[in-house]
């Protein structure tokens, strides 16, 4: 017990140093940093890292919830900026993805700030990040469109308010990233990956639906319109291909089809009910339309982390990340991390996707690896397995 409280007081104040030195030089994104190419690396694969449900507060001053009385001794949002400083520097991702509830802004002194310090690691590493809201974002003097704009200020970020070139849309946060080729290879003027973020909103305006918001159809509209357009782009010369380049999509309220599942066809855990909203909007059928899309990624069920294929999508969770967020005492917080992975040409170069694989680190003393699965291979979408 007290090799632990020693453990995390480490962590701790390694976190504050960082966290210090990281926002002694936040400043306004550079046009360069807004223009950075996303592209695989040299040996083929493109990493990245989701973190679901920060609920970042005021720093070391806000308390852990659902902690062991052990791991309660100086546990705050520290806890949480040090996860992700440690799981950086194991995991070295390309791209790290925060799926809302970034900060719970309901407790937080100043909306702002507690943004800079939830991505404050992702910054100070330099790192490639993008962000979708959740249904606490914007409990404070910040509008949802106000934490959006601060959001797409910060410094290495790709997220966008909204699309360029579409006067109206539901929502802040939606918007797509492409994922380019090995430079050198036929594939590095194309996108062999699609990344697609929208707003799952926070609660229903419709005085007779309650609880939970959803994608609309006009954020489906788009979403539909710019996969038929990197389908064209990608299936055209050079390196024609016949199927389209896959697609994960992220946002942060589930859909209702994540309750299709139970223990004996998905892996991971499911220990709570799935909170979608009570109406369909039918964004599922529209994912499966496009044909494009092979994974879905939420959060916002903190205590589920399971993936489950249903009509060739898998739609997984992340689980909790942030010790603000209301959590399971002795279920260690954890992320998710996805990999994707090109195929190897005859002339010793890179083709287009072959494999998608997904695990979970856990914040333990190993940052233990579970459930590592394939998602998605070349020529069986939907295929799971270990």
Request: one cysteine or more; proline letters at 4%; glycine letters at 8%.
């Amino acid at each position: 017990m007290e090799e632990k409280k020693k453990t995390i007081n480490v962590r701790g104040l390694l976190a504050v140093a960082a966290a210090v030195l990281c926002l002694s030089s936040l400043a306004v994104a550079t046009e360069e940093t807004k223009q950075k190419q996303l592209r695989f690396r040299e040996n083929g694969e493109f990493k990245i890292l989701q973190v679901a449900d920060m609920h970042y507060a005021d720093g070391k001053t806000t308390p852990c919830r659902d902690v062991l009385p052990s791991e309660n001794v100086s546990c705050s949002d520290l806890n949480t900026t040090a996860f992700l400083h440690r799981m950086i520097l194991a995991e070295k991702p390309d791209l790290i993805v925060f799926t809302g509830d970034n900060i719970y802004a309901s407790d937080a002194t100043d909306a702002a700030r507690s943004l800079d310090a939830a991505f404050s690691p992702a910054i100070f590493a330099s790192i490639p990040w993008a962000a979708v809201l959740g249904n606490h974002d914007q409990e404070s003097a910040l509008s949802r469109e106000g934490v959006m704009k601060h959001i797409v200020s910060l410094n290495h970020t790709l997220s966008q308010v909204n699309p360029s070139g579409v006067d109206l849309i539901d929502g802040f946060g939606n918007y797509n990233l492409e994922v380019h080729g090995v430079e050198g290879s036929g594939f590095e003027n194309k996108s062999v990956l699609n990344l697609y973020f929208l707003d799952s909103g926070d609660y229903s305006k419709v005085p007779s639906v309650s609880v939970y918001d959803w994608i609309k159809p006009s954020q489906q509209l788009w979403f539909q319109r710019t996969s038929m357009k990197l389908q064209r782009a990608y299936m055209s010369k050079p390196e024609v291909q016949k199927a389209p380049a896959p697609g994960l999509v992220y946002f942060h309220i589930p859909l209702p089809e994540f309750a299709s599942f139970d223990s004996s066809n998905f892996t991971g855990v499911k220990q709570e009910g799935i909170s979608s909203a009570s109406v369909n909007s039918g964004f599922f059928a529209t994912m499966v339309e496009a044909g494009d899309v092979k994974a879905v990624f939420t959060g916002h069920d903190h205590v589920n982390d399971f993936c489950g294929e249903l009509t060739g999508i898998e739609l997984c969770y992340a689980g909790g990340f942030g010790y603000h967020a209301y959590g399971k005492a002795g279920w260690a917080r954890r992320t998710r991390v996805v990999v994707a992975t090109l195929e190897k040409t005859d002339k010793a170069s890179w083709g287009p996707l072959k494999l998608i694989k997904t695990w979970k680190r856990l914040d333990d003393q190993n940052l233990t690896t579970i459930d590592v699965q394939v998602l998605w291979s070349n020529g069986t979408p939907g295929a799971g397995g270990t």
